[in-house]
């Protein structure tokens, strides 16, 4: 479900034809159940083509393509569970070839022992950022979309870094739009699990606001255009089954919905 836009908010998607899997990926902003197709990408101002066509007639995919996916660790203090409070945003990196799109299946790696889901607002870059402060970076705020930050939690614990536990492929389902021009302090998150509401908080409670974890990003990572950060997951976290169907909701932005499947 994709809410409909309130004159304030722009939605923008990537899609292709759903009936040819070898068919050219394009951007598109969406209007009344009406997608316009756009010759660029929209960072840089929309530039509209003429061709339309219907929603239900279109397979969404990740509404980026980003250089690096930057994510957060621990920024909800429901998700601590016993630890302490970071001073600073905990860092780490997914993979670009993590990310698949809305209806796209989450893939069980075969030695994988403990698949979580980590239902999260991803915050997407609209412009070239580096070392801006926190009351700079609202201007570098593109849009929001919702994430599923999937992890292998034994992975975590095995590894020396988090990134194959976090970065492997389909382990960074995205969408289903991009929305931009709103409000994304205080926007509704929630994951469910075969319908089962598992996460239900709000982004107002991120230990870190989104303008602080790009301030300190940026002092070390030169942010482009299409760069997204997925912000962190509240309270608590379960194991992922073949069969099962994860949601990911907020607020504004629609519903992410992806199948698990074994490898």
Known sequence: MIPESTGVTKRYIRYTNPTDV???????VLEDGTVEELALEPFDGEQRTGTQTRLEEVRLL?????????????????????????????????????????????????DAEDL?????????????TRNVTTEEASEHVFGVTAGNDVSERAWQDQDLQWLRAKGSDSFGPMGPVLVSG??????????????????????GDLIFPVEEVISFASRYFTLLPGDAIYTGTPGSTSALNPGDRVEVEVEGVGTLENPVVAA
């Open 22 to 28: 070898s068919s050219t990926p394009h951007w598109g």
């Open 62 to 110: 990740a509404p980026t393509t980003p250089s690096k996916i930057l994510a957060v660790g621990r920024n909800f203090r429901s998700h601590l569970h016993g630890h302490e409070a970071p001073s600073e945003p905990g860092l780490f990196a997914k993979m670009p070839s993590s990310l698949i799109g809305p209806g796209d299946p989450i893939v069980i790696p075969p």
């Open 116 to 128: 979580h889901f980590e239902g999260e607002l991803v915050i997407i870059i609209g412009k070239l």
């Open 182 to 203: 709103g409000d994304y302090d205080d926007l509704l998150i929630e994951t469910r699990v075969n319908g089962e509401t598992l996460q239900s908080e709000r982004s």
